[in-house]
């Protein structure tokens, strides 16, 4: 069974950085693209980054470049995105996805990022 | 990269059939096939209904098909049950910057 824990979600002021982590089990990690989908309170979903099977290629929504930075570990079937810089815009439930083919086939149960002073 | 646009609310009794609309340009839906349909019930994860415009994963019901018209894609639930009350997101890959965008949402009320 498909599973995918996120973690590291909190409440950071403004200007602050968080490492958020999805631990994936019960298919081979490094067999597919992953994704991180986010969703602001009572809003809809948006897109955030996604990450190649061996890392060497990243994608990022034009509103995190230079901010966040999506990384992976295969040895540890781990996916990571490092928020820096964060905004009170950037408030949202944070879902870790896995690619299956051009859609979103797995999703975690997600993580809150909260960024208030 | 602006976000697909869909209904905010469509509503059907039990056993009709909806269709929710989700329309873009020619570079992201008119453009690909790639377009992917998504149902979330509140407090829930997104689970994929939808793929490649019209595909369904194993286990989505037969009651779930989707299609694509130039620009705009189309989600239909027929035989409308209670259970498919929750809101409905479109997706599509995208040639602009951002590489994949979603839509705005349809909130499924069945009466």
């Known amino acids: 069974e498909v599973q995918l824990v996120e973690s590291g979600g909190g409440l950071v002021q403004p200007g602050g950085s968080l490492r958020l982590s999805c631990a994936a089990s019960?298919?081979?990690?490094?067999?597919?693209?992953m994704s991180w989908v986010r969703q602001a309170p009572g809003k809809g979903l948006e897109w955030v980054a996604n990450i190649k099977q061996d890392g060497s290629e990243k994608y990022y929504v034009d509103s995190v470049k230079g901010r966040f930075t999506i990384s992976r570990d295969n040895a540890k079937n781990s996916l990571y995105l490092q928020m820096n810089s964060l905004r009170a815009e950037d408030t949202a439930v944070y879902y870790c996805?896995?690619?299956?083919?051009?859609?979103?086939?797995?999703w975690g149960q997600g993580t809150l990022v909260t960024v208030s002073s | 990269q602006s976000a697909l646009t869909q209904p905010a609310s469509v509503s059907g009794s039990p056993g009709q059939s909806i269709t929710i609309s989700c329309t873009g340009t020619s570079s992201d839906v008119g453009g690909y096939n790639y377009v992917s349909w998504y149902q979330q019930h509140p407090g829930k994860a997104p689970k994929l209904m939808i793929y490649d415009v019209s595909n369904r994963p194993s286990g989505v019901s037969n009651r779930f098909s989707g299609s694509k018209s130039g620009n705009t894609a189309s989600l239909t639930i027929s035989g409308l049950q209670a259970e498919d009350e929750a809101d409905y997101y479109c997706s599509s890959y995208t040639s602009s910057s951002t590489p994949w965008v979603f839509g705005t949402g349809t909130k499924v009320t069945v009466l």
């Open positions: 019960g298919f081979t990690f490094s067999s597919y693209w």
């Open positions: 996805a896995r690619s299956s083919g051009w859609s979103q086939g797995y």
